[in-house]
């Protein structure tokens, strides 16, 4: 019975292949404290009680042999501060369970048994959940017991067999508060399990967010830096390229570092007054700049970096499309964020107008704002000039980079507060119908073991036994009752459970006024230490108050019939204060356990599991960008990268037709990589206008038709599809005719350029004319003259079962 509260205790050895996660962890701690500190405050107060029980020669001999229970509970209690060998205190547990049950015929009297029987009773739950993970040495510390009782019976009544109901009594506890244990570690590991599960699946959501806005500013730095420095290359030779070597250079920088990796806060204020006034040497004008910065302005790197590049962007902007020389840039605090506003007088133009196929202001300013939490705005008219601001707000910046844009300038943060109150519910909720289920199975096993036992040894002891009778099954009905939602795992009603909760008070006053007050607490009584464990699974998910009223209520009724009878002796008053703490008490403490495991260790656990998921988090984040990263910059290598190192050391000339060629395949390509995350009906489509726009860019004429109905091309497919006819768009620069021809199982893609063919090219363009790197698209080229002609195809795999 007593055990039932103290499994509640135990919760959680560890697990044999994988260590306990947080919420059995935390359980395995609190609960071996709970079970020394629970042990110590028993023993103590039976000790007590038992000196007071004894004669007046025996006290000294009395204090003297319970005096190394004392002790050894005071180690325990060291122990849990700084533990100790645990050979040592098993040895010390098991040598005090020999002498204080081998100390009955030197106490001897009815007193003595009772505090003896108590002791080791009290030892033997306990040790169930202290050596819960050497289930062994609780087993064996539980059967020393059990012998040295029988060992000291029999020597204090020589001739006589020992009583076998305190020996089975005994052996039921331990092996009640070994089941019981059982009981609340699987649901603690129920509860771990689907926690993890739920973790893994938010791991993975956090994951992917942090994947796609690492790629948008991944796409948003390779637009501002190499897409649209190769695509000023390929577009002639009749300018100053001074700047260009240099520009090549931080090129390279921008994509060889890492994103998402920049930690700490910086100042905008200095920021901004580093930006540049335009693209140096590109031809235009350069754009003076009237700053009023109102510094310093710290900021998460994150947004912080974001707004500069957005504005180093739209003052490139301001340079090549306004038609001014100047623009004014203002930056100011605005509660716990900032605002800046770049404007001009300039030509302006009609923001609706703009194709999705331009990601300056899409990508580079808007887009990088939205995945930091802030926003930017972009405020013009034809002829009234243009003015774009952004902002940035910490509560509101946080908030919107959980949601799902995590800051491509910071690690992101994966989100604390909803999935830590999910874990504390689950946790809470397992923990609470494990420890009902414990107390469940105590109170029926001993209600239908020993309490059935006793009811039919002394039917001619109640005074009706049919109301004891009736009490009996009352509380049989009770746990029927609770049994039948809490093994459906459903909460007991609160009608249910109010009207139990009476039932068990008045089988506990039947209990208390049909017997005779010389024998309540005794033998013949089988309620009194029983209806507290009914109680308990009825008032589990209530604070502890609740049952503690119930509690004094019964005592209450306990100490009415008493003192009706008459005022009892200083021994028979501490045979029941002995009855009263071992059962009573007990299950009291397991009642504060179990509010401490609801209230204070399922929050604690649901801490750790959130503070263990967050840096699982952030290493696969961390991983997963360095990947990436690792990923692009290969594909780049090929191509792109060896084009801006001989840019920016002089090896290549932008002079050269060849390598301006070269650099219009490139600037192609990367225009079809940015389109290829927008959201359009026809993907296919948009990618091949991407390219057909580079081509524009650089003078040609390009006619695009499309035959048939267009379907559902996979990604990797339409890179390989795309990518040999951007070559040729990217080498052309007199006309080109792009068709699409889309039949039910086929999509071909094909293009004529009528100098396309010129050059000898990169090893790398050769065969993207030559081959696809996926099988399944085919790639035909065929030339004449200047002219050449490249069609790629792919066909549909047929359904499974034609």
């Not at 840019?647 to 600037?667: F, I, K, Q, Y």
Request: glycine letters at 10%; hydrophobic letters at 45%.
């Amino acid at each position: 019975m007593w055990l039932g509260g103290h499994e509640v205790n135990g919760g959680g050895a560890a697990e044999p292949v994988e260590g306990p996660r947080s919420g059995e962890r935390l359980l395995i701690s609190a609960l071996e404290r709970y079970g020394v500190r629970l042990r110590s405050a028993v023993v103590c107060l039976c000790g007590v009680l038992g000196v007071v029980a004894a004669d007046g020669a025996e006290i000294v001999l009395a204090m003297s042999l319970l005096l190394p229970a004392v002790l050894a509970c005071g180690v325990h209690l060291y122990a849990l501060r700084r533990p100790l060998p645990l050979a040592p205190l098993w040895t010390l547990d098991a040598a005090v369970m020999v002498l204080t049950g081998l100390s009955q015929p030197v106490l001897g009297g009815d007193g003595a048994d009772v505090v003896v029987e108590a002791v080791v009773s009290i030892c033997v739950i306990t040790f169930q959940h202290e050596w819960a993970t050497r289930p062994v040495a609780g087993a064996a510390l539980a059967a020393s017991g059990v012998v040295a009782c029988a060992l000291g019976d029999i020597l204090s009544s020589p001739g006589h067999s020992p009583e076998l109901v305190p020996l089975v009594r005994v052996v039921l506890l331990a092996g009640l508060s070994r089941a019981a244990y059982l009981i609340v570690r699987a649901r603690a590991r129920a509860a771990d399990r689907s926690a993890a599960l739920r973790a893994a699946a938010r791991r993975e959501a956090e994951v992917a967010a942090a994947r796609r806005a690492t790629e948008r500013e991944y796409l948003a730095t390779l637009h501002d830096t190499a897409s649209a420095t190769l695509l000023m290359v390929s577009q002639g030779d009749a300018r100053d390229w001074s700047w260009l070597p240099t520009r090549a250079r931080q090129d390279l920088e921008a994509l060889s570092a890492v994103p998402g990796f920049e930690t700490g806060s910086v100042d905008l204020a200095a920021l901004l007054r580093c930006v540049p006034g335009g693209p140096e040497g590109e031809g235009q004008a350069m754009v003076r700049l009237r700053t009023r910065i109102d510094g310093p302005l710290a900021l998460p790197s994150g947004p912080g970096l974001a707004i500069f590049s957005g504005v180093r962007e739209a003052v490139t902007n301001v340079a090549r499309h306004a038609g001014v020389q100047e623009a004014e840039l203002r930056a100011w605090a605005e509660g716990d964020g900032v605002v800046v506003e770049l404007s001009d007088a300039g030509r302006g133009f009609d923001p609706q107008s703009v194709s999705a196929r331009r990601r300056g202001i899409s990508r580079s300013v808007i887009g990088r704002m939205h995945t930091v939490g802030g926003s930017a705005t972009v405020t013009s008219h034809p002829g009234a000039g243009t003015r774009v601001q952004w902002r940035w707000h910490a509560q509101a910046g946080a908030s919107q980079a959980r949601g799902g844009a995590q800051a491509a300038g910071s690690m992101p943060h994966p989100p604390r507060v909803p999935a830590h109150t999910a874990v504390v519910r689950l946790i809470r909720g397992q923990l609470l119908h494990g420890a009902q289920l414990a107390a469940l199975l105590i109170g029926l096993l001993s209600q239908f073991t020993l309490s059935l036992h006793q009811l039919t040894a002394h039917q001619g002891g109640y005074r009706p036994a049919w109301a004891q009778t009736a009490a009996f099954v009352c509380l049989a009905a009770v746990a029927a009752i609770a049994a039948a939602y809490l093994l459906r795992g459903r909460q007991i009603p609160p009608r249910v459970r109010w009207w139990s909760l009476g039932a068990v008070l008045a089988v506990s006053a039947t209990c208390a006024f049909t017997l005779p007050a010389e024998r309540l607490t005794g033998a013949a009584d089988w309620g009194f230490g029983l209806v507290g464990w009914h109680a308990l699974v009825l008032l589990g998910d209530l604070r502890v108050r609740a049952f503690a009223a119930f509690l004094g209520a019964h005592m209450g009724l306990y100490v009415t019939a008493i003192l009706l009878s008459g005022t009892p002796t200083a021994t028979e008053t501490a045979v029941i204060g002995v009855a009263a703490i071992s059962n009573c008490g007990l299950q009291l403490s397991v009642g504060v356990l179990l509010t401490h495991l609801l209230h204070g260790t399922a929050p604690a656990a649901g801490i750790a599991a959130a503070r263990e998921e967050e840096l699982r988090t952030r290493e696969r984040i961390r991983e997963d960008m360095q990947r990436a990263h690792k990923e692009r910059y290969l594909a780049l290598t090929a191509t792109t990268v060896p084009l801006l190192v001989g840019l920016g050391h002089n090896v290549l000339s932008p002079h050269d037709e060849e390598v301006r060629l070269r650099c219009g395949v490139e600037a192609a390509r990367m225009r079809r990589l940015f389109a290829e995350s927008d959201a359009v009906s026809d993907p296919l489509l948009n990618e091949l206008r991407a390219c057909v726009e580079v081509a524009e860019h650089q003078g040609a004429t390009v006619n695009l038709a499309v035959r048939g109905r267009q379907g559902e091309v996979p990604v990797e497919v339409r890179r390989e599809l795309i990518d040999p006819v951007a070559v040729i768009l990217g080498r052309t620069r007199s006309t080109a005719r792009v068709t699409v021809v889309w039949t039910p199982r086929t999509v071909r893609v094909s293009v004529v350029s009528e100098n396309g063919a010129g050059g000898h090219g990169t090893p790398q363009d050769a065969h993207a004319h030559d081959r696809a790197t996926n099988a399944k698209v085919s790639v035909t080229r065929t030339t004449h003259g200047g002219s050449v002609w490249v069609e790629t195809g792919w066909r549909r795999p047929a359904p499974s079962g034609s």
